[in-house]
């Protein structure tokens, strides 16, 4: 299908959480994308894999999500890859599902900052928009050669991260309305994030 604007939300997932939602449905309606595909890591190339959850529940939270959420599309090209994904290999994946298809990877900020550090960095911009969530900030330790050639859209900060929603399970602390009543119900069921 032509004209397609298809926007891509990847990330580890750890748990998916209303700062990645609210990230990709402001794009979704700002860049008017067709669909934004959710792809979880299957295999992290910059993360101890060892400190990952099960890509098994990672996953079934993400699918939670976009059964709620019809601009959301949950997409397992990483775990149909095999191994570690690098994102050029992910977007290139993509763009033969979609050929005809307006690419756009959703970013935020934090791995704007890290950009230098990723695989073949130039080549993704040539194979996809850049979209980042913030403000376009002179001072922020972003290549100016990176952050001149971004997609900046300018929303609220939620400042929420996995990492401290997994700190605050594992010390008894509510993670209410940092995520989907869905997805925290999928959590305290199987008891994701407790020692």
């Known amino acids: 299908m032509s004209g ?15 700062g990645h939602l609210f990230l990709f449905n402001e794009c979704a309606d700002r860049l ?19 400190a990952i959850s099960a890509y098994a529940d990672r996953r079934e939270m ?12 949950l997409c397992e090209v990483e775990k149909e890859a095999g191994g570690p994904s690098y ?38 911009f040539e194979e996809a928009n850049i979209v980042v969530g913030s403000r376009p900030v002179d001072s922020a330790p972003v290549d100016a050669k990176y952050r ?11 400042d929420i991260s996995s990492t401290v929603l997994r700190e605050r399970l594992r ?19 199987h008891k994701l994030y407790v020692k």
Not at 32 to 50: E, F, G, M, R
Request: hydrophobic residues 40%.
């Open 4 to 18: 397609m604007r298809i926007g891509i939300g990847g990330g580890v997932f750890d748990p998916i959480h209303t």
């Open 171 to 189: 010390s008894g602390r509510s993670i209410r309305y940092l995520v989907p009543p869905e997805i925290e119900d999928y959590i305290l069921t």
């Open 148 to 158: 001149d050639r971004v997609i900046w859209l300018e929303m609220p900060k939620l």
């Open 32 to 50: 008017a994308l067709t669909k934004v595909l959710l792809v979880p890591t299957y295999k992290a190339v910059h993360k101890i894999s060892d």
């Open 62 to 73: 993400v699918r939670i999500v976009c059964e709620n959420d019809e601009k959301f599309e």
């Open 87 to 124: 994102t050029l290999d992910t977007i290139r994946s993509l763009k033969k599902l979609y050929p005809d298809a307006e690419w756009f990877l959703i970013v935020g900020l934090d791995n704007l900052e890290k950009m230098e550090d990723w695989h073949q960095p130039d080549r993704i």
